[in-house]
């Protein structure tokens, strides 16, 4: 996997204050994706041992890139695209998909995994939680959850939104137990496309091509064992930013260019600001290269228009985030290597 790391640095003294803003983001975008398309050659000859790349495409702007990349790496008979749309996606997303599949010139298969949710409870399991915050929730009714808190100076909470049949908007803090309920179910749907990914990928000796951003990779916005789990990330090193100016270098249609960042998991329209991230994506790839670049609070505050304290409160959830992230990107325990001296050591103290 490409490092975090693998994008250089400013060089010191050239991000003061009043020069922090979008141009750090400036990169030549068809020599890094030419780059990227000779590692992913060299991982799947040299270590990966497979012959191709699954792409599952949810018609976002990640799996576009990552599919395009794909497809330069190997060209598009080497690359197989998955399209798993369930009863609470958007048609748009699918349509997307299906558009950039036609674009690419890639095999792809479109399956509903409804039916798979709905043998394992996902949907049931989701709604016996909400009906326990909404007594009344039911047919016709639409749902999400939103994070609050973290930036009026208080820990991250979240709160269930849901929409009845006419439309009215009704909301209520989630207690923890619901809360986790709702998630737990609702992970059933990246992990079940993450099996349908790799059934292909073993039919096919294929590798199996994750998707998340720098942003993301960083900040845990994945499911452990679902659209976690891959083989290769090629653009776990660039920042969103980054990745929208990559679709554009590579031509992709303009639908999939200006396609917004969403969750696509629940029933209401959500952005995965409103779910996760602190700020808009934008904000949010600056304020995560400041805090990679050591830049001070108040050169961060300055670039988002912000005050000072605001500004310290988003590095400190960015902080909260890479800490809840490390059980994400972990590995299983086990105890090979270790004697009982080794775990006499391990012990608390």
């Known amino acids: 996997m490409i490092a975090l790391n693998d994008i250089p640095p400013a060089e010191p003294g050239t991000v003061p204050g009043a020069t922090l803003g979008p141009q750090v983001f400036a990169f030549d975008e068809l020599a890094e994706a030419d780059r990227i398309a000779a590692w992913l050659r060299e991982a799947l000859a040299r270590r990966l041992h497979r012959r191709g790349l699954v792409v599952a495409l949810s018609g976002g702007i990640d799996s576009s890139v990552s599919a395009a990349l794909a497809v330069r790496a190997l060209g598009a008979d080497k690359v197989f695209g998955l399209l798993m749309p369930e009863r609470d996606s958007s048609d748009s997303s699918t349509e997307r998909g299906r558009t950039l599949a036609a674009h690419l010139g890639i095999a792809h298969e479109v ?81 079940v496309r993450k099996t349908l990914d790799y059934f292909h990928a073993d039919r096919l000796n294929y590798a199996v091509v994750g998707t998340p951003n720098r942003l993301e990779y960083d900040q845990g916005f994945f499911v452990k064992l679902g659209d976690g789990a891959a083989d290769v990330k090629p653009i776990a090193h660039l920042y969103k930013t980054q990745v929208y100016a990559m679709a554009r270098a590579l031509c992709l249609p303009e639908v999939i260019c200006t396609a917004l960042p969403t969750t696509d998991t629940y029933t209401l329209p959500q952005g995965q600001d409103e779910f996760y991230f602190a700020l808009p994506y934008a904000q949010m790839d600056l304020a995560l290269w400041a805090v990679d670049h050591a830049v001070p609070a108040g050169a961060l505050a300055a670039a988002l228009g912000v005050s000072a304290e605001r500004a310290e409160r988003v590095v400190a959830d960015i902080g909260a985030k890479r800490r809840a992230a490390a059980y994400l990107h972990a590995s299983a325990e086990t105890l090979l290597g270790m004697g009982p001296a080794a775990m006499r050591d391990r012990r608390p103290r």
């Open 111 to 191: 399956f509903d995994i409804s039916p798979a949710l709905q043998a394992l409870g996902c949907y049931a399991r989701r709604d016996e939680a909400i009906r326990r915050v909404f007594a009344q929730y039911g047919e016709g009714w639409r749902n999400k959850i939103v994070i609050a808190g973290g930036l009026e100076r208080g820990l991250n909470y979240f709160k269930l939104v849901v929409a009845d049949p006419a439309g009215a908007l009704h909301e209520q803090r989630l207690p923890l137990r619901e809360y986790l309920q709702i998630v737990a179910a609702t992970n059933f749907k990246q992990r």
